[in-house]
């Protein structure tokens, strides 16, 4: 019996090979001349982005220090009174006080908000409760108002308002939340998120802020997190944003220049909202752009100083730090540099990277990252690959907020469910079905996994052995998120 051995015909071997043999040739040819310049170029642009991120990180641990170390207070920089009762104004001495609280389709989380923000301690006569559903499902719609209803009944100053669309999404809710005849006697207005739960005695920390200091137009809180511990997605998450309420945000008050409105958690003078043109719905960053807006109209957050004119240091503040190098430079080289641009050098081995560059300041930059949450230093591995996972969409949204481009109005609202899993752990909940590969497939991330994967792979079988650990490592975060595998973020309170 005759056995054929040759499998592939040598007319496909030959134009295989032929293939091969072209583009190695194509390779050589254009490698020395275009490749290596560009990527000798890229890493000197990334270099330099790497160094303005140092900087600006360097300053805000030195003037943190300074802050926790002299103390600087607010009650210390600002008159604060606590509130007294007036014999004879009685409750009409206090200030009226809108509460905001927007909602879409929150099923987990509606009662807790609600019951949260009726539970404010405050004067009954000199609140009003004022709850914006966008739901889109009219089940949840119908809990949200009964849920309303059940809170009117015990003699809540409530309203439930809905409106036939949701042009704007949030800003649009809160600009038609304002529009309301009840709303021109009030003074202050304090915006809860759904999965937002205020403790009682919220207004009374801050409202006398406001009421004693007139040129401060928003007291801004802290957010908590009520799921940290969740998971590990949470735990990454929590150290991202602990970082930025506890060090960006606290430089940015205490050094006289610019912090943003977090979007929740935020009592604004509506004065100072109105002159700053009110909730605008041409970008979802509407708690950012209200900010930016207030801020150069003079008005003062927490921590500002008593002038109401806009130094140059606010200005430059403002454009550089804030925008440009935390909202542009750090999304942009943790993606472009650590995920594209490094990987890179393995395939061109004549561009090096300089270990300053490679190991000194992208280690400093993280140690002072993650000293906002110091109970999870341990874990500082997975953040920073977390961090370069989710960097790719920071980038993209980066780069499509730049240019204007049709996705730049575009709303998701991901599922706030709080609490809700611990408080559900005891009753046996229906088994959800699996859900099949191919249904939360995410394809950027999984081409940029196969990228990183096929650099490792080169490193390897070239011998160079100078980051495979590094690119596998990364490469499985990416498939591990492309496969829409992880999905449980952060809850706050």
Known sequence: MEYTTRVIPESFRGARDDFTLQFSMVWDQIKAPLIVPLLRLAVAVCLIMSVMLF????????????????????????????????????????????????????????????????????????????????????????????????????????????????????????KEGMKRSYVKNCDYVAIFDADFQPEPDFLWRTIPFLVHNPEIGLVQARWKFVNADECLMTRMQEMSLNYHFSVEQEVGSSTYAFFGFNGTAGVWRIAALNEAGGWKDRTTVEDMDLAVRASLKGWKFLYLDDLRKVTLWKKVHVIYSFFFVRKIVAHIITFVFYCVVLPLTVVVPEVEVPKWGLVYIPSIITVLNSVGTPRSLHLVIFWIVFENVISLHRTKATFIGLL??????????????????????????????????????????????????????????????????????????????????????????
Request: positive net charge; hydrophobic residues 40%.
């Open 55 to 174: 900087i600006e990180r360097v300053y805000m641990g030195v003037v943190i220090i300074l802050i926790k170390l002299f103390g600087r207070r607010p009650e210390k920089r600002y008159k604060w009174e606590p509130m007294k009762d007036d014999v004879e104004l009685g409750n009409s001495g206090y200030p009226m006080v809108l509460i905001q609280v927007p909602m879409y389709n929150e099923r987990e989380v509606y009662q807790l908000s609600i019951g949260a923000a009726c539970g404010l301690s405050w004067p009954s006569d000199r609140i009003i409760i004022q709850v914006l559903d966008d739901s889109t499902d009219p089940t949840i719609k119908d809990m949200v108002e009964l849920e309303c209803q059940r809170w009117a009944s015990k003699g809540i100053n409530i309203k439930y308002e809905i409106r036939d669309n949701r042009n704007g999404y949030k800003a649009g809710a809160l």
């Open 404 to 493: 204007e481009t049709g996705r730049v109005n575009e709303w998701i609202v991901t599922e706030k469910l709080g609490d809700a899993l611990k408080a559900n752990k005891s009753t046996k909940a229906p088994k959800k079905p699996r859900f099949r590969l191919g249904e939360r497939l995410h394809l950027l991330e999984i081409l940029t996994g196969f990228y990183l994967l096929t650099c490792g792979l080169y490193d390897l079988a070239y011998g160079q052995y100078r980051y495979y650990l590094y690119l596998f490592v990364q490469a499985v975060a990416f498939f591990i998120v492309g496969t829409g595998y992880v999905g449980t973020f952060v809850s706050h309170s």
